[in-house]
C-alpha cells in the first residue's frame, strides 16, 4: 500500500532572514507521511548587474550556502540564483518559481501524495500536515484546499495598522462570498494552498505567470472539484513590508502605509447581493434572459451581449447548465464586477463596513462604531478585535461549506 507523502514547495527570494523559520516549522511537524521539501533560491538573472538589486543577490548566495549545509531530511535545493542560473526573459516572479517547483515535484511525486505550497516567511504549528491529511482523508472527492490563514501582530504599529486594514479586506470580500454560497468564496495565498498531485496534474498545475499564480491556480481547481475551505490548523503567513512581488500582502502593506488602498477597497455588501440574486435566477437564466445589473455589467465584461446562447445549447439539463454558468461566471469575472460596482456607489471604505455591519451584525456595529471608527486612529486592540471576528465568522462558514454543495442549486 503506498504511503502518502506530503511535498512541500517554497520559493524563497531574499529570504535568508526567514527560511530557516519555516523549515524548522515542517522539522516538527507530528505526522504520519513521509515529509519531502524544495526549495527554489531565486531571482531575474539581470540583478547581479543591477545595482540596487545586487544585494538580493547576495543575500540568495547566503541562503543558498546555509541551505547546502542545512541537515534537514529530503530537502532539495533548487539554484535560480547563482550567476548563469538566474531567470531570463519572461521567466521570473514567485509565480514561475511555483511552477519551477511544482514540475520538480511532479517527477517524483504519486498521484495520491500531497502538494503544499507555502512561502519562505510563512509559520505553523506542529499538527499542519497531519491535519492537511486528516481533511483529504475526510473529504475523499476534494480536489484541493484554501488553508485558513492569520497573521500575526509583530508589535509595531505601522506593519500591524497596514495588515490589518488588508486583512479586513480580504475577509470582508470572503465572508460576502460566503455568505451568498459562491463557489469562489476562499481566499488565494500562495502559502496556502494544498492538494492531492492528481488534481495539481488535472489542470495542468500554476501557470507562466509573474505573480498572481494562487488566484489563477484555485480558479482551475475550483472549476475541476471541490475545494475544502476549512482546517483545523492555519498557516501564519508574515506581515511585512515587502516589494518583491506585485501582489500580495507585503505590497499592499507598502501601498497602504502611504494611503493607496484604491487597490484593495472595502466592498459594499449590496454588489453580493446582486449577484446572489442572479445565482437565485440560474434556473430562469436556463430557460430566458434577464436583464439586472450584474449581468449588464458581465455583457461589457464579456463583450457579449448574448451571454447564456452557447451554454443553453450546449448544457441540456438544468444542473449541467448551473455548473457551466459558474465557470463562466468566475472569481476573476466576479471581481471584476465588484471593482467596476465600487466604483460607482459613492461610499468609503469605513461606510462600506459599517453598512456590512449594521446590516448583519447589528451588535458588533454599535460596538466597533461607538466612538467615531477610522483605520488610521482606532487602537491596534480594536482592529484587531474587528480582524478576529471576521476570521470567526469566516472558520464558521468554511466549516459548514464543507459538508455543503459549493454550487448554489
Known sequence: MHLHKLFFAIPAMDEVGYLPTVLDCI????????????????????WWDTEDKIHICQNNQRLLEWLQNCPMPNLHILDKSTRGKGWTGAQQGVGYARKY?????MQSANDDDIFISMDADATFNPLYCQSILDSFSAHKQAVAMAVPYYHLLTSREAEDRAMLRYEIYLRNYNLNLLRINSPYAYTALGSAIACPVKSYKAVGGFDKQESGEDFYFLRKLSKYGKVLLYNKEKVFPAARFSARVPFGTGPAM???????????????????????KTYR?????FQQDIENEFVSRLQTIFSEKDLWAALRKNYKTETSFAKAFHHKVDSLRIFQFL??????????DVECLSDFLQQFYPEKHHYFFENQFSFEQTPIEKLNQ??????EEEHFYQKISDNLKLVPS
Not at 101 to 105: K, Q
Not at 281 to 285: E, K, S, V, Y
Request: with cysteine.
Open 27 to 46: 522539522s516538527k511537524q507530528k505526522c504520519e507521511a513521509e515529509i519531502m521539501v524544495y526549495v527554489c533560491v531565486n531571482q531575474p538573472e539581470r
Open 339 to 348: 471593482r467596476e460596482y465600487q466604483r460607482n456607489i459613492q461610499k468609503n
Open 386 to 391: 474587528l480582524r478576529d471576528f471576521f476570521a
Open 254 to 276: 507598502l501601498k497602504g502605509c502611504a494611503g493607496q488602498w484604491n487597490s484593495y477597497p472595502i466592498f459594499h455588501y449590496s454588489a453580493f447581493d446582486i449577484i446572489e
Open 281 to 285: 435566477q440560474i434556473p430562469t437564466i
Open 101 to 105: 517547483l511544482a514540475d520538480h515535484i
